[in-house]
């Protein structure tokens, strides 16, 4: 029996690939832990009605985190016409599984390093050194929808905002609505956990991103609570900017940047962005992570047209590894990993077709372990 046990959910498309050459680093490094497969993805939607089936849930509450490969997702119409047809019109809805672990298991933070690794031919400039905190639980991403909109609700709405009567001529099975919820609890721990970043690596400033002037209650309660919060890290600077404006000056000045914070869509395009700063997807890593329990995976899909062909690049993966390592307190390990993966990626003899070469994962996988 392992010191560790993870829970392991290569998903869909290539998470089975990059989460192959994962144990092939993660065995080289002499990792003691026992992997515990879990049933995630969209083959058990299709069968079961379910992306994310309890038994899951619950084998993971036995673990001590979870890596986590990609996994695919559609829209509603979409997802509801590929079930088996024993179990279609049976009132089952796609719910993302990553959304629901990140909610069951309170995953309040998710950490998104964007690093330009030198000698990579695909950063968009040298020295990039992000961390972006994004709030992983409410927000456009809380999953309270509705379509049609039921009478109800939209008369509550009607009766306390006077905007809703000029949707009512619509009709309401014309309508939907997305809520963007955000309470000042979750606002001032993604906040907080920003400034004890900055502080423990030392980055001078933290750079809180929203939509106060449109979004004025969502994004007022989050630029409010960002101010209580900076006052007791009176080292560190707060900066505050639009979403919109955000990503110009993302791409006119990244080096200004280190450690930004957002909710949760926002937090979701930013780090988006600045991955393609430095290379795209398949350098962009992530840990999901709350009080007692983390679930780590890489930003990228699950790419289906490339599943089994061992083509994409598994750098992202490895990345979340060493995240997991870091978060296991796995100090050196995690630092023998990121050393490894950075002489890689200087050298560039072995690389896969996104940074000009035709190297497979697993033999990328290698490289990074003749390294150690």
């Known amino acids: 029996m392992g010191k560790y046990k993870i829970a392991w959910l290569p998903g869909d498309g290539v998470g089975n690939d990059v989460m192959e050459a994962t144990r092939i680093v993660l065995d080289a490094l002499n990792f003691n832990?026992?992997?515990?497969?879990?049933?995630?993805?969209?083959?058990?939607?299709?069968?079961?009605?379910?992306?994310?089936?309890?038994?899951?849930?619950?084998?993971?509450?036995g673990t001590d985190c979870a890596l986590f490969g990609a996994i695919t997702s559609k829209p509603k119409e979409e997802a509801a016409a590929e079930l088996d047809d024993q179990i279609k019109d049976k009132g089952y809805v796609y719910f993302s599984p990553i959304v629901r672990l990140r909610q069951e298991f309170n995953l309040h933070t998710n950490l998104r390093p964007c690093k330009a690794f030198p000698g990579n031919p695909l950063n968009f400039k040298e020295g990039i050194d992000l961390v972006i905190f994004r709030e992983n639980t409410e927000g456009m991403y809380g999953g309270v929808e509705?379509?049609?909109?039921?009478?109800?609700?939209?008369?509550?709405?009607?009766?306390?905002?006077?905007?809703?009567?000029?949707?009512?001529?619509?009709?309401?099975?014309?309508?939907?609505?997305?809520?963007?919820?955000?309470?000042?609890?979750?606002?001032?721990?993604?906040?907080?956990?920003?400034?004890?970043?900055?502080?423990?690596?030392?980055?001078?400033?933290?750079?809180?991103?929203?939509?106060?002037?449109?979004?004025?209650?969502?994004?007022?309660?989050?630029?409010?609570t960002a101010r209580e919060v900076a006052k007791k890290y009176p080292?560190?600077?707060?900066?505050?900017?639009?979403?919109?404006?955000?990503?110009?000056?993302?791409?006119?000045?990244p080096h200004d940047y280190g450690v930004m914070v957002?909710?949760?869509?926002?937090?979701d395009i930013l780090s988006d962005l600045a991955a393609q700063?430095?290379?795209?997807?398949?350098?962009?890593?992530?840990?999901?992570?709350?009080?007692?329990?983390?679930?780590?995976?890489?930003?990228?899909?699950?790419?289906?047209?490339?599943?089994?062909?061992?083509?994409?690049?598994?750098?992202?993966?490895?990345?979340?590894?060493?995240l997991m390592l870091d978060w296991l307190n796995e100090k050196?390990?995690?630092q023998k990993l990121e050393t490894a993966i950075a002489t890689v990626i200087?050298?560039?003899?072995?690389?896969?077709?996104?940074?000009?070469?035709?190297?497979?994962?697993l033999e990328v996988a290698e490289e990074v372990t003749r390294k150690f």
């Not at 009607?158 to 955000?182: C, Q, V, W």
């Not at 609890?185 to 423990?200: D, G, L, M, R, S």
């Open 33 to 61: 832990a026992e992997y515990i497969h879990g049933d995630i993805g969209w083959e058990f939607w299709r069968h079961e009605g379910d992306p994310l089936p309890q038994r899951t849930i619950d084998m993971m509450k």
């Open 146 to 224: 509705f379509h049609p909109v039921p009478e109800e609700v939209f008369a509550v709405l009607e009766k306390n905002h006077p905007k809703m009567k000029k949707f009512k001529e619509y009709g309401l099975d014309n309508l939907a609505i997305s809520t963007r919820i955000m309470s000042r609890q979750k606002c001032a721990n993604i906040v907080t956990q920003a400034f004890e970043y900055a502080k423990k690596y030392g980055y001078k400033t933290v750079t809180v991103v929203d939509k106060p002037n449109v979004l004025r209650e969502t994004g007022g309660l989050m630029i409010r």
């Open 235 to 253: 080292d560190i600077e707060l900066w505050e900017t639009n979403i919109d404006a955000q990503a110009m000056w993302l791409i006119k000045n």
């Open 262 to 267: 957002a909710e949760n869509m926002f937090g």
């Open 277 to 322: 700063l430095v290379g795209g997807l398949g350098f962009a890593s992530s840990g999901n992570i709350g009080d007692n329990y983390a679930v780590f995976e890489p930003t990228h899909g699950s790419a289906p047209k490339y599943a089994g062909k061992y083509k994409v690049n598994p750098m992202a993966m490895f990345l979340t590894t060493r």
């Open 332 to 334: 050196e390990m995690a």
């Open 346 to 361: 200087r050298e560039q003899k072995v690389k896969t077709y996104d940074m000009g070469g035709n190297n497979t994962s």
